[in-house]
């Protein structure tokens, strides 16, 4: 199946400083990006859709100046999260969908980013 | 909107045993409905997916899943667990399509599997 990678897989940074998280389609080009949160012991929430060439879509109660997003070719986008505070440490995961859009597509996910601000 | 329900925090099933982790799904419209298994700090991988046709829907790993309309419910199943089957198990629906024409899903808040030897 498809392939999508993240990196890093750990981060961990102090609080006040900005963090980039990048997410790779790596045997196909996906023209939109999912960006998932999920907290301990918690369901994915979906923060944001990452669009290829356009902004970036964002989920209610998300701040689109803190999670900053860039879709910037076909196999890649990142996430980053800026002047990072400790309610900021999450499992951050992206998933990119293969092939045209249809009401059968599958999401393909990535294994995930650790952060920890401390 | 579409919802799902995962009624159970944890399961605990002896190896060799068969296994069922419970799902039922609110949905306006067809639904399409997932399964995802994740390891410890790792994303996501696809087990399965209902979409149209045979109530039975067998996926990775020996897993399959059976979708019954009456009950709104999409059960995960396998006959005979094993100790490498421990781990958490999202069932997803899709949700409506986006502006990209992409659909999202939206997740159970999953259940944890422990297989014990």
């Known amino acids: 199946g498809a392939v999508v990678s993240q990196h890093p897989s750990r981060v961990i940074c102090k609080s006040g400083t900005s963090v980039k998280i990048e997410c790779r389609s790596l045997d196909f080009q996906a023209t939109t990006m999912f960006w998932y949160r999920q907290f301990p012991k918690q369901s994915l929430m979906l923060m944001a859709t990452?669009?290829?060439?356009?902004?970036?879509?964002?989920e209610q109660g998300v701040e689109k100046d803190k999670f900053l997003i860039n879709h910037a070719s076909l196999t890649l986008s990142t996430l980053t999260v800026t002047s990072a505070h400790p309610e900021d440490s999450s499992f951050y995961i992206c998933s990119a969908p293969a092939g045209a859009p249809s009401p059968t597509d599958t999401q393909y996910f990535g294994p995930g980013t650790r952060l920890t601000v401390l | 909107a579409q919802s799902v329900a995962q009624p159970e925090d944890q399961v605990n099933v002896a190896e060799g045993n068969p296994l069922t982790v419970k799902c039922t799904y609110s949905?306006?419209?067809?639904?399409?409905l997932f399964w995802y298994v994740q390891y410890p700090n790792r994303g996501l991988q696809f087990l399965l997916k209902?979409?149209?046709?045979?109530?039975l829907v067998k996926g990775s790993y020996g897993f399959e899943a059976e979708f019954n309309k009456s009950q709104t419910s999409f059960h995960l199943k396998k006959p005979s667990a094993l100790v490498s089957d421990s781990a958490l198990y999202f069932c997803a629906v899709r949700d409506v399509s986006r502006e990209s024409g992409y659909s999202t899903l939206t997740f159970g808040k999953g259940t944890m599997l422990l297989v014990s030897p």
């Open positions: 990452s669009n290829e060439g356009s902004k970036a879509t964002y």
């Open positions: 949905v306006s419209g067809n639904p399409y």
């Open positions: 209902y979409i149209t046709g045979d109530n």
